[in-house]
């Protein structure tokens, strides 16, 4: 009994470290970006390097929903396996390219690999956990991805250690050989409808039936899924924090080496380790929190969402128009946090509406629409930061996230915690 009852949390062990390889793999590339142009001098151009970096955004948002649809209609234990033992060896070949050709399509071809994933580890852990434990297990391994976008801002050291070559054949080595730890030690748990008639009985039993899934299956999922109107909701609150939250994560330590007047090597780690930190503690207020309040109220988790978004709306103002370090770094926190709350959030809400057979479509979604959003802001901050006006657009990207608050609070009534 011990073991079933702990089995739940080793599945979330099992994929924190899935996520930190995908967020690590991912970022490795632009830490490293002046090795590689060393020996591949096309990456010496601006443009050049922005077109590999925006290829993968591209790619994995387009990819996201089919991800999501595919998720629940087979084995996301295997998708997970999958995904992971693609992308590192892609991450692998990687440390053998010669040309810009080849990076630009090994990047494209991990944006569909690592797109698979996320969808997928959120819908397991979702059914393995249930309410008393749901989104603290998604804010642990939302950790997870922060911890591999903090390891990966290291790859520049690693590869002046070694060489961008073995860096990328070291970290694409640990990921194969994690997708065989996970083939032995993953578990695969749906929750399946029970019928409650005799017809429901004999078309479960049906062969004909089973014949006929497949695409229509697919399209009745996504057509639940698109409509139910919470959800919409649930996908512009989702969409709304997306804006600043890969704003900061693109242009943050810009914005403070020049509303600080502090040079960039000051500025990165102040931006980085501050949001990530803070961050990392919010997943945890805001689970344990969520957990807590649901038991007693329904839409307790609407409210520590809430909460987190809130928090966003003045720290939004104070890191775009500050100009101390005790403003900013101050900011900073109470973004991370907040952030952090909402984000451990948003799979466990999406339950209380979406059923357990659809969620990964559901979520696949608002991966697109948030990575959609994340490409959008940090070319409108390019130009902001061109024109002088950084500080003030991202002060002025409180205002969505301040209507996807009232939205969430007026519109999202659940009725359950766990839509069947």
Not at 60 to 71: D, E, L, N, R, T
Not at 115 to 139: E, M, T
Not at 264 to 290: E, N, Q, R, Y
Not at 381 to 394: F, I, V, Y
Request: charge should be positive; aromatic fraction near 10%.
């Amino acid at each position: 009994m011990k073991k079933k009852n702990a089995y739940p949390w080793v599945v979330v062990g099992l994929l924190w470290v899935v996520a930190l390889l995908n967020y690590l793999d991912r970022q490795m590339l632009s830490t490293m970006q002046g090795a590689i142009a060393a020996d591949i001098t096309h990456l010496q151009e601006g443009e050049a390097f922005g077109a590999l970096m925006a290829v993968f955004l591209w790619i994995y948002g387009c990819v996201s929903p089919f991800a999501g649809m595919v998720a629940d209609r087979v084995s996301r234990k295997w998708l997970v396996v999958g995904s992971l033992f693609v992308w590192s060896a892609v991450t692998l070949l990687m440390g053998y390219a010669t040309t810009f050709n080849q990076l630009y399509w090994l990047r494209a071809t991990m944006g569909i690999s690592e797109a698979l994933y996320i969808p997928s580890a959120l819908s397991l852990i979702a059914d393995w956990h249930d309410g008393k434990s749901r989104s603290l297990a998604v804010g642990v391994h939302t950790t997870g991805l922060y911890v591999g976008q903090a390891i990966g801002g290291f790859g520049a050291v690693v590869a002046a250690q070694l060489s961008w070559h073995q860096t990328f054949h070291i970290f694409g080595l640990i990921g194969v050989a994690y997708s065989l730890v996970l083939m032995l030690c993953l578990k695969e748990k749906r929750e399946k409808p029970v019928p409650t008639t005799s017809l429901e009985r004999r078309e479960l039993e049906s062969p004909s039936l089973k014949k006929s899934r497949g695409m229509a299956s697919v399209f009745a999922g996504l057509s639940a899924v698109l409509g139910t109107v919470a959800f919409w909701v649930i996908l512009f609150y989702f969409a709304a924090p997306s804006l600043p939250g890969w704003g900061i994560r693109n242009w943050l330590p810009t914005l403070l080496s020049v509303n600080l007047g502090i040079p960039m090597t000051k500025a990165g780690p102040m931006a980085t380790i501050t949001i990530a930190a803070s961050s990392f503690l919010g997943v945890f207020i805001g689970g344990a929190l969520s957990d807590h309040w649901v038991q007693k109220n329904l839409k307790g988790r609407i409210y520590t969402s809430a909460i987190g978004l809130a928090m966003t709306v003045p720290a939004l103002l104070l890191l775009g128009l500050g100009h101390s370090v005790f403003a900013v770094v101050s900011a900073g926190i109470l973004f991370g946090i907040g952030y952090g709350m909402f984000d451990t959030n948003n799979m466990p809400i999406l339950c209380q509406f979406i059923a357990s057979r659809n969620r990964a479509t559901a979520y696949g979604i608002m991966n697109m629409i948030g990575v959609f959003a994340g490409a959008l802001v940090t070319r409108l901050m390019g130009s902001w930061k061109d024109s002088g006006n950084l500080g003030a657009g991202l002060a002025w990207l409180a205002v969505p996230v301040l209507i996807a608050l009232v939205l969430q609070l007026m519109v999202l009534k659940p009725t359950t915690d766990n839509k069947e």
